[in-house]
């Protein structure tokens, strides 16, 4: 099985920085797209960032300029950084991946979810 946990949430002021890591573990053939998505309270999950295995990036709007999002294939990992955070920024976020296993002749993927990480921005 697969497991994604992420890190390094808490709470910084408006304007701060918070640097978060997602590490899949298991067994595992390859990881192919990573990303992170956010819910605040009382609001629909939404997409943050996504990151491909051959590093191509897409931001939601309210994250460009601001968020950057990377990986380290040979560490099966996903990171965001946070800059000039917001008020707004204020969310669960959670690592999410497609990953390939493999049995035999045949291969497989399936999409992940980690358990999420409390981000605190205040004013």
């Known amino acids: 099985q697969v497991q994604l946990v992420e890190s390094g949430g808490g709470l910084v002021q408006a304007g701060g920085s918070l640097r978060l890591s997602c590490a899949a573990s298991?067994?595992?053939?390859?990881?192919?797209?990573m990303g992170w998505h956010r819910q605040a309270p009382g609001k629909q999950r939404e997409l943050v960032a996504v990151?491909?295995?051959?590093?191509?990036?897409n931001y939601a709007v309210s994250a460009k300029g601001r968020f950057t999002i990377s990986r380290d294939n040979a560490k099966n990992s996903v990171y965001l950084q946070m800059n000039s955070l917001k008020p707004e920024d204020t969310a669960v976020y959670y690592c999410n991946a497609d990953v390939t296993r493999s049995s035999g002749s045949y291969s497989y993927t399936n999409n992940y979810w980690g358990q999420g990480t409390q981000v605190t921005v205040s004013s």
């Open positions: 298991g067994s595992i053939l390859r990881v192919n797209a």
């Open positions: 990151i491909t295995s051959g590093g191509n990036t």
